[in-house]
């Protein structure tokens, strides 16, 4: 056998990625996933302007149509100008990166707190597990939009209030997924195996337990930023979301929205490509996880 | 109708010619059925037997049609009647499917709709090959039902498949497959799952119909034993070939292919009680890395160059040519009668009357159930009839046990009979609602939290199922490393050595100890099972039906490390299991259970020379073995009843035939009536109440 691993030394990880791979779409959304990051990461470096800087707009510039040229920078906005003169390019790769930090950071706070409570309320069991679950219900069965815009306007606008009203709504999800995952998996023979080996219980729940709730979770994980995404573009749209200095791509295509009857499409258009663009991504990838994750679909 | 020739003796029911079917995997094609011929006459039994992955049940599948993607049968002939099938349009295939072919499964759980009541399913199955109203679909069904032997057929119509039991459900999908009174039946592992003296029941019922219709069957099992005492002829197969094939007496008393004969010599019944068994080395060879030669030339005593070079032909044995062997080197001497070849046995010093048990259980038992609304709220609840009483399930019903140091005891008992609950009881990892624990002498409950944690460690488990009981996503290393580390009979720059030494004991290669569970075959898995157990250096293990989800030849590996590690390390067993053939050849002491109490305990000795409890009787006289070809079976009638709702007195007084009165109204007490010989029976009182 040659230096690389064989076959059937690979991990499980290993092995999913294999799997993941197989399916074309799937491997479309890593790459439209990727783009997508890619750009927000390095927004500073392919953007011609600081939508943030005031002092590089030009109001003389509102609402140039795609491929006009800027009468002072020397570029060309090949997306368009929204009202502000902020060329809509920058604006969009700059807006990605406060949803995608907004939508993944209220994704992962909500994940560890739900899995928290959900290996609580398993782990604990009789009362304090029956608390917490009704709690779970009845976040649940609250209408999503109606209890952010609640939250929100209690704490205001702001990044920071927008991913808190995020982690508060989502929490649940998490804790019942993990909690009912953890009590499957706490009745298999391992566990009893490691509790015949004196093996303490909290060790048992995040040394054995966890790691075999984490696959769906990780589905969940993965929808659950589209749907940060979705929500906080939603927010921000109804003008409850982030600051007007700081636009994310739901307050971009609000603020195009009243241009849109006087055919000045783009300014609400191309946002709502890139929304779409970067949700349908991480949906293809939540997909295909979810599947190759689960035993039930698996060749 | 068809030009099929009229039925004569000289077509046979079944010819399968040269069949071949891959799977085509992303790991390659693997050739699981590879070149299998045969012939089947009218009216005969085909017992088709071997490991898992040797390729019989998609034999049986292909035969079927009835292979999925991504396997496909791509060679040879099936012939059925003279018809050939695998070029058949899959419309005319599906006319013969469940009308004149018809197969049994496995699980019949799964076979049947567990929406849908019995007799839909049956009037369905009826009226897909005939033109008949749903009266008579009905009437037809019924009647087939009675003919199965099955009692009051009109309530198993009438039930959901969840309202039978596993045996009933069973017998209603064979009467399914007898609906259009087939020609042939091919049977998947029917009985697998199902209890011995259940197991036997079936078998006779299904070889006194296939006597009376003259169908063709075609039994595929990993037990040589069930289809020695059902079959006419059996092929064994391997890795894909049937390497022998013959009568049932040609195959098991002259077995000519060493696999043949190394499957025999596994069997604990046919090694010495108590010594080490005769295994075929190794396991069977991955299908994606065939050997080019004969497939079981790297496990073969006899296996020479010729054998490594290109595959045995199946040839004829030279005296008897309808037995034929595919082998360079058939064995023609007889087999060697298992005493004089047996190893001696060890010569081990019985546990002592006075010996410390290591663990003694007294009045011990288990309930479960609901206790919920309890209290006040609940009295007031149920008062109102707003809750129903609790229902409550005696799992394990005031049981003493005790294993002394280095002693093994078998506990045997068919499915309900608490001998699992008993089991984790004794690993501590059930606490019992009612009795006493006393480990080492003491009282669990008088522990302190040190000694709990040495007492846990000092009795460990080796669990039934080697996938569920190793975490999945762990690697070797750390299932076998972690709890030594935490309780420090290892450190952190010893652990790598201590972990390889544990694996080295229990039989595998130390450098496979940073793969994960899902790299290793079933044997491998529960080698690693026992290897955990060792490392925190027990004194006993408890085992749960440790081998009965292995193959037979992997399982006499298990059994022969189980005996050297008791030699070796002097540790004591409790040895859970329903196969008595393991327990009689591994335990000095002997337990019976039925659905939650002990009804006999006696020396292995003593117990199967002089069983004296009816039950231990029937289930001694329903073990198959390949010695007893049995024609009839002396089944004890009826099924197991539900724990939830047991019989009133001695249990088993509804399928005692020496059943009395007393039986009903009084619970025997467990008495002794030999020396360390005790049965919980009314029959034994009078005898021997002066003792």
């Given at each position: 056998m040659s230096a690389a691993k064989s076959y059937d030394e690979r991990s499980i990880w290993w092995l999913v990625a294999a799997d993941f791979l197989h399916s074309r779409i799937a491997v479309?959304?890593l790459?439209?996933?990727?783009?997508?990051?890619?750009?927000?990461?390095?927004?500073?470096?392919?953007?011609?302007?600081?939508?943030?800087?005031?002092?590089?707009?030009?109001?003389?510039?509102?609402?140039?149509?795609?491929?006009?040229?800027?009468?002072?920078?020397?570029?060309?906005?090949?997306?368009?100008?929204?009202?502000?003169?902020?060329?809509?390019?920058?604006?969009?790769?700059?807006?990605?990166?406060?949803?995608?930090?907004?939508?993944?950071?209220?994704?992962?706070?909500?994940?560890?707190?739900?899995?928290?409570?959900?290996?609580?309320?398993?782990?604990?069991?009789?009362?304090?597990?029956?608390?917490?679950?009704?709690?779970?219900?009845?976040?649940?069965?609250?209408?999503?939009?109606?209890?952010?815009?609640?939250?929100?306007?209690?704490?205001?606008?702001?990044?920071?209030?927008?991913?808190?009203?995020?982690?508060?709504?989502?929490?649940?999800?998490?804790?019942?997924?993990?909690?009912?995952?953890?009590?499957?998996?706490?009745?298999r023979e391992y566990?009893?195996?490691?509790?015949?080996?004196?093996?303490?219980?909290?060790?048992?729940?995040?040394?054995?337990?966890?790691p075999n709730?984490l696959p769906?979770?990780?589905?969940?994980?993965?929808?659950?930023?589209?749907?940060?995404?979705?929500?906080?573009?939603?927010?921000?749209?109804?003008?409850?979301?982030?600051?007007?200095?700081?636009?994310?791509?739901?307050?971009?295509?609000?603020?195009?929205?009243?241009?849109?009857?006087?055919?000045?499409?783009?300014?609400?258009?191309?946002?709502?490509?890139?929304?779409?663009?970067?949700?349908?991504?991480?949906?293809?990838?939540?997909?295909q996880l979810r599947d190759v994750l689960n035993p039930r679909l698996q060749k | 109708?068809?030009?099929?020739?009229?039925?004569?003796?000289?077509?046979?029911?079944l010819?399968v010619r040269n069949l071949q079917t891959r799977f085509h995997t992303r790991a390659g094609v693997l050739p699981v059925v590879d070149g299998v011929s045969f012939?089947?006459?009218?009216?005969?039994?085909l017992g088709l037997v071997g490991e898992s992955g040797s390729g019989k049940s998609v034999t049986g599948f292909s035969i079927m049609g009835l292979v999925d993607p991504p396997g496909k049968v791509e060679g040879g002939q099936v012939?059925?009647?003279?018809?050939?099938l695998t070029q058949?349009?899959a419309?005319?295939r599906?006319?013969?499917?469940?009308?004149?072919?018809?197969m049994?499964f496995q699980d019949?759980?799964a076979?049947?709709?567990?929406?849908?009541?019995?007799?839909?399913?049956?009037?369905?199955?009826?009226?897909?090959?005939?033109?008949?109203?749903?009266?008579?679909?009905?009437?037809?069904?019924?009647?087939?039902?009675?003919?199965?032997?099955?009692?009051?057929?009109?309530?198993?119509?009438?039930?959901?498949?969840?309202?039978?039991?596993?045996?009933?459900?069973?017998?209603?999908?064979?009467?399914?497959?007898?609906?259009?009174?087939?020609?042939?039946?091919i049977a998947d592992e029917p009985?697998t799952a199902?209890?011995?003296?259940?197991?036997?029941?079936?078998?006779?019922?299904?070889?006194?119909?296939?006597?009376?219709?003259?169908?063709?069957?075609i039994w595929i099992s990993h037990d040589l034993?069930?289809v020695?005492?059902?079959?006419?002829?059996i092929a064994v197969m391997y890795a894909g070939r049937i390497v022998e094939h013959?009568?049932?007496?040609?195959v098991?008393?002259?077995p000519q292919h060493p696999y043949t004969r190394g499957l025999i010599d596994s069997l604990?019944?046919?090694?010495?009680?108590?010594?080490?068994l005769r295994q075929i080395q190794g396991m069977t060879p991955s299908l994606l890395d065939m050997p080019v030669g004969c497939a079981f030339a790297p496990r073969c005593p006899h296996a020479d160059a010729a054998c490594e070079q290109r595959p045995g032909v199946s040839r004829?044995?030279?005296?008897?040519?309808?037995?034929e062997v595919r082998c360079f080197h058939p064995q023609?001497?007889?087999?060697?009668?298992?005493?004089?070849?047996?190893?001696?046995?060890?010569?081990?010093?019985?546990?002592?009357?006075?010996?410390?048990?290591?663990?003694?259980?007294?009045?011990?038992?288990?309930?479960?159930?609901?206790?919920?609304?309890?209290?006040?709220?609940?009295?007031?609840?149920?008062?109102?009839?707003?809750?129903?009483?609790?229902?409550?399930?005696?799992?394990?019903?005031?049981?003493?046990?005790?294993?002394?140091?280095?002693?093994?005891?078998?506990?045997?008992?068919?499915?309900?009979?608490?001998?699992?609950?008993?089991?984790?009881?004794?690993?501590?990892?059930?606490?019992?609602?009612?009795?006493?624990?006393?480990?080492?002498?003491?009282?669990?409950?008088?522990?302190?939290?040190?000694?709990?944690?040495?007492?846990?460690?000092?009795?460990?488990?080796v669990f039934q199922d080697p996938y569920a009981s190793l975490n999945p996503r762990l690697r070797v290393s750390r299932i076998v490393?972690?709890?030594?580390?935490?309780?420090?009979?290892?450190?952190?720059?010893?652990?790598?050595?201590?972990v390889c030494?544990q694996l080295r004991r229990a039989g595998l290669d130390p450098a496979l100890r940073h793969r994960y569970p899902h790299q290793f075959s079933g044997g491998q898995r529960q080698r690693i099972g026992i290897a955990r157990?060792?490392?925190?250096?027990?004194?006993?293990?408890?085992?749960?039906e440790a081998v009965a989800a292995l193959d037979v030849s992997i399982q006499a590996q298990i059994l022969n490390l189980?005996?050297?590690?008791?030699?070796?390390?002097?540790?004591?067993?409790?040895?859970?299991?329903?196969?008595?053939?393991?327990?009689?050849?591994?335990?000095?002491?002997?337990?019976?259970?039925?659905?939650?109490?002990?009804?006999?305990?006696?020396?292995?000795?003593?117990?199967?020379?002089?069983?004296?409890?009816?039950?231990?009787?029937?289930?001694?006289?329903?073990?198959?073995?390949?010695?007893?070809?049995?024609?009839?079976?002396?089944?004890?009638?009826?099924?197991?009843?539900?724990?939830?709702?047991?019989?009133?007195?001695?249990?088993?007084?509804?399928?005692?035939?020496?059943?009395?009165?007393?039986?009903?109204?009084?619970?025997?007490?467990?008495?002794?009536?030999?020396?360390?010989?005790?049965?919980?029976?009314?029959?034994?009182?009078?005898?021997?109440?002066?003792?």
């Open positions: 479309g959304g790459v439209l996933l990727a783009v997508v990051v890619l750009a927000a990461l390095l927004a500073p470096w392919i953007t011609p302007q600081n939508p943030y800087d005031l002092l590089q707009l030009d109001v003389l510039d509102a609402r140039l149509p795609p491929g006009s040229h800027s009468s002072e920078g020397g570029y060309t906005y090949w997306l368009g100008t929204d009202g502000q003169g902020r060329d809509l390019y920058s604006a969009i790769v700059y807006g990605l990166r406060i949803s995608l930090t907004v939508g993944v950071g209220s994704a992962l706070i909500a994940a560890v707190v739900g899995t928290l409570v959900g290996l609580v309320a398993a782990y604990a069991g009789g009362k304090v597990d029956a608390l917490l679950m009704r709690l779970v219900d009845l976040l649940l069965s609250f209408p999503t939009i109606l209890m952010a815009l609640m939250i929100l306007a209690y704490v205001g606008k702001g990044v920071g209030n927008v991913m808190l009203t995020l982690v508060l709504l989502e929490w649940a999800y998490y804790a019942r997924t993990a909690r009912g995952q953890a009590l499957v998996e706490a009745r566990v009893d195996a490691a509790r015949g080996q004196g093996i303490a219980r909290w060790r048992i729940v995040t040394g054995h337990i966890l709730c769906p979770l990780l589905v969940i994980g993965a929808l659950q930023i589209a749907r940060a995404i979705t929500l906080e573009a939603t927010l921000s749209f109804l003008g409850l979301g982030v600051p007007i200095t700081e636009p994310s791509l739901g307050l971009l295509i609000s603020n195009g929205y009243q241009y849109l009857l006087s055919n000045e499409y783009w300014i609400s258009f191309f946002p709502g490509v890139a929304l779409l663009a970067a949700i349908v991504a991480i949906n293809l990838v939540g997909d | 109708m068809s030009a099929v020739p009229v039925q004569d003796l000289e077509v046979p029911t010819e012939t089947l006459g009218r009216g005969k039994v012939l059925f009647q003279g018809r050939e058949l349009p419309t005319e599906r006319e013969l499917r469940g009308n004149r072919i018809a049994i019949p759980m076979t049947l709709n567990p929406v849908l009541r019995v007799d839909t399913q049956m009037i369905e199955a009826v009226k897909a090959h005939q033109r008949v109203s749903t009266e008579e679909a009905r009437r037809h069904a019924r009647d087939t039902l009675g003919r199965m032997g099955i009692p009051s057929p009109e309530e198993r119509l009438r039930a959901y498949p969840h309202q039978l039991s596993g045996g009933m459900r069973q017998r209603v999908a064979i009467a399914i497959a007898m609906l259009h009174g087939p020609d042939l039946i009985t199902l209890d011995v003296t259940i197991q036997a029941q079936i078998l006779s019922e299904v070889q006194k119909l296939v006597r009376e219709t003259g169908t063709s069957l034993s069930v020695a005492s059902l079959a006419d002829e013959g009568t049932v007496a040609d098991l008393d002259h604990p019944s046919a090694n010495a009680r108590g010594a080490r004829p044995r030279h005296d008897a040519p309808w037995h023609r001497d007889t087999l060697v009668p298992a005493v004089s070849a047996a190893l001696p046995a060890t010569a081990r010093v019985p546990a002592q009357e006075q010996d410390v048990p290591l663990i003694a259980l007294r009045q011990v038992a288990q309930r479960f159930g609901a206790t919920l609304p309890p209290g006040a709220v609940g009295r007031t609840l149920r008062s109102i009839g707003l809750s129903k009483p609790p229902v409550v399930t005696h799992a394990v019903d005031g049981v003493d046990l005790s294993v002394r140091p280095g002693e093994v005891v078998g506990l045997v008992g068919e499915s309900g009979c608490g001998k699992s609950t008993l089991g984790r009881i004794a690993a501590g990892l059930l606490t019992p609602t009612e009795g006493e624990v006393i480990v080492g002498g003491k009282p669990a409950t008088s522990l302190s939290g040190e000694e709990q944690l040495a007492a846990r460690l000092r009795i460990q488990m490393g972690e709890a030594a580390l935490l309780h420090g009979l290892t450190d952190a720059s010893g652990q790598d050595d201590y030494a157990a060792l490392a925190v250096q027990p004194s006993m293990l408890v085992c749960d189980f005996m050297d590690l008791r030699d070796q390390l002097g540790l004591a067993y409790l040895f859970i299991s329903h196969d008595l053939g393991v327990i009689e050849h591994l335990c000095d002491r002997v337990v019976v259970m039925y659905l939650g109490r002990v009804v006999e305990s006696a020396p292995v000795a003593e117990l199967f020379a002089r069983p004296a409890h009816p039950y231990t009787q029937a289930l001694l006289d329903e073990i198959p073995s390949i010695d007893a070809r049995r024609t009839t079976f002396s089944a004890i009638r009826g099924e197991i009843p539900s724990p939830i709702a047991p019989p009133s007195g001695c249990h088993f007084h509804p399928r005692c035939p020496k059943a009395m009165p007393r039986c009903r109204a009084e619970v025997p007490q467990l008495r002794g009536i030999a020396v360390r010989h005790a049965t919980a029976c009314h029959l034994y009182e009078a005898t021997y109440d002066t003792n």
